[in-house]
């Protein structure tokens, strides 16, 4: 399952987004990268299907609400930082880490709601 994730563009960047604050449906839509509405819904429903992600606040009446990461999905982080410290080191164009990327990544998971696993 991982590599499905490693391999996929929009997946990785909502995971990164999420690491530096993203939360709602449009702080994740409004990413630099501009994904598209639908892009965004599917994207975050394998997420949460795989038990990266959870819904932690949903508006009356609608899909949209707020994600944070599960333990699980915390998991990968130190994968995102290893990846954002190689692209620091060889790609200086492009988008620079977050000093919290050096953070533990315990510090990101949503504990209350996160499957185990």
Do not use: C
């Amino acid at each position: 399952m991982p590599a499905r994730f490693v391999g996929n563009k929009w997946s990785l960047l909502l995971l990164r987004s999420m690491v530096v604050g993203a939360r709602s449906y449009s702080d994740l839509l409004t990413a630099p990268e501009r994904i598209s509405t639908n892009i965004l819904s599917e994207r975050l429903r394998r997420l949460e299907e795989a038990g990266l992600i959870t819904q932690v606040h949903r508006r009356q009446g609608s899909h949209r609400g707020a994600y944070a990461l599960t333990k699980r999905g915390a998991g990968l982080i130190p994968a995102l930082q290893e990846i954002a410290r190689w692209g620091e080191t060889h790609r200086h164009d492009r988008w620079p880490a977050p000093d919290l990327y050096a953070a533990r990544a315990e510090v990101f998971w949503n504990d209350s709601d996160a499957p185990s696993g």
